[in-house]
């Protein structure tokens, strides 16, 4: 009772429209309006949650195999062996990866295949493939013996088992290919086209023992999350840019990562349509109440409510709408990106066209907070907008029967 009591006029109308309908569980008409705008909330930050995670995962997973930076040295005789690993390790970068990569073919007894070989040291291996282990085990991987790493795919197409051996040959000076001998250690799967279909890891000093010729050489170097690339490329050592050329995974894969800045822009689509329906249904549902209630809307007005009064009434309903709304919404959003980011039931049919078998979410709490008010703010708005149809309304009119 006292509650009731210290209730202004128009939180009471209000309140009384909404019949009785808590702030948790709506009744009545309410239901259909929060339902709405919980479903626009809850596609949004799915739209959100996907798009950011699959940009994130595609980034991460490029970034595993080729680093933040690679430095490619140009073609000279006159790079040290020992003064530029000594510029580059003084720098300030998480990790340096010494690799060097070649092309060979591949024969099997039941595949021959061109390959993209790519020589790392052994205490690099598991950051790089770690994350990707089907089968085998990177204990079979050694730096003295002729051991490789295939992608599932790979050895699938090959026949290949772990503990099978199979054929690598190079191309040399000479004209006749070098032939080598090699042992599956394990596969991996990052499904990804490109490392997929034509990557071979083996050991970096067994690579360079086999050819010396032809052979591409770099480093790779990782940042850590809180570090700036770019501004760590400008605290190294000018002296290291005499030999090597510096390109960003953007460079590597232009149109990867236009087709990633993609994902923005149908973000902001998705955003704009669903959320058009969304308060496209609120306006609808409070158009309702107004055309359910015009005879208490005349009774009101005829006993002297002013617009402000009326208004009033107006926003504290679509608020109720928007707030609640938005509860549930963002309540079912981030229980399913729990669930799925857990256990990963939700899957794509053709993870070779995402590079991802599930799909993944990620949303922050800030990003989560910013949409929030962002979307109560433009619908208080719309709100406000639309109960200047309030004006228009006669008491004879709608009191008419």
């Known amino acids: 009772m006292t509650s009731r009591v210290n209730m202004t006029f128009q939180r009471f109308v209000a309140h009384r429209w909404l019949q009785g309908s808590g702030w948790i569980f709506p009744k009545g008409s309410a239901k259909f309006a929060v339902l709405a705008i919980a479903l626009g909330v809850f596609i949004s930050f799915m739209a959100i949650a996907s798009g950011q ?14 680093g933040d930076l690679l430095l490619t040295p ?14 580059i390790e003084a720098s300030q970068f998480s990790q340096m990866i010494e690799y060097a990569r070649t092309i060979a073919v591949l024969r099997s ?4 295949k061109g390959v993209q070989v790519k020589g790392v040291k052994s205490e690099d291996l598991n950051f790089l493939v770690g994350d990707y282990l089907l089968r085998g085990g990177l204990n079979r991987f050694s730096g003295s013996e002729f051991t490789a790493i295939l992608s599932e795919t790979i050895a699938n197409e090959s026949g290949l088992n772990i503990g099978d051996d199979f054929f690598l040959l190079f191309n040399s000076t000479t004209g006749v290919p070098k032939q080598r001998k090699f042992r599956l250690a394990a596969t991996i799967q990052t499904d990804f086209p490109t490392y997929d279909e034509q990557l071979v890891f083996t050991s970096l000093s067994t690579l360079r023992g086999v050819i010396k010729d032809d052979l591409i050489s770099g480093y790779s170097l990782y940042t850590r999350d809180d570090q700036d690339p770019l501004t760590l490329l400008e605290s190294m050592d000018p002296m290291a840019f005499d030999f090597f050329e510096v390109s960003f995974l953007a460079d590597r894969y232009p149109d990867l990562y236009q087709w990633i800045e993609l994902f ?22 409070l158009i309702s109440q107004i055309i359910e209630r015009r005879t208490s809307l005349g009774l009101l007005i005829s006993m002297g409510a002013s617009q402000s009064h009326l208004r ?19 309540l079912l959003a981030w229980v399913l990106i729990l669930l799925q980011n857990q256990f990963h039931f939700l899957k794509f049919q053709n993870p070779e066209e995402y590079y991802i078998t599930h799909v993944p979410f990620e949303l922050s709490l800030s990003d989560t907070l910013i949409f929030l008010i962002l979307f109560i703010l433009i619908g208080y708005i719309v709100i406000q907008i639309s109960s200047r149809a309030l004006r228009r309304l006669n008491p004879i009119q709608l009191l008419r029967i």
């Open 53 to 66: 995670g699959l940009q994130q995962a595609i980034h991460q997973k490029i970034r595993h195999f080729e």
């Open 74 to 87: 140009y073609p000279s005789e006159l790079i040290s062996d020992t003064l530029v690993p000594h510029q």
């Open 109 to 112: 007894s039941k595949k021959v």
């Open 264 to 285: 923005d822009l149908n973000i902001l689509i998705i955003l704009v349509v669903v959320l058009g329906v969304a308060f496209f249904a609120l306006i609808t549902t």
């Open 312 to 330: 009033m009434i107006f926003s504290q309903l679509g608020a109720y709408y928007l707030i609640v709304g938005s509860f549930y919404g963002t």
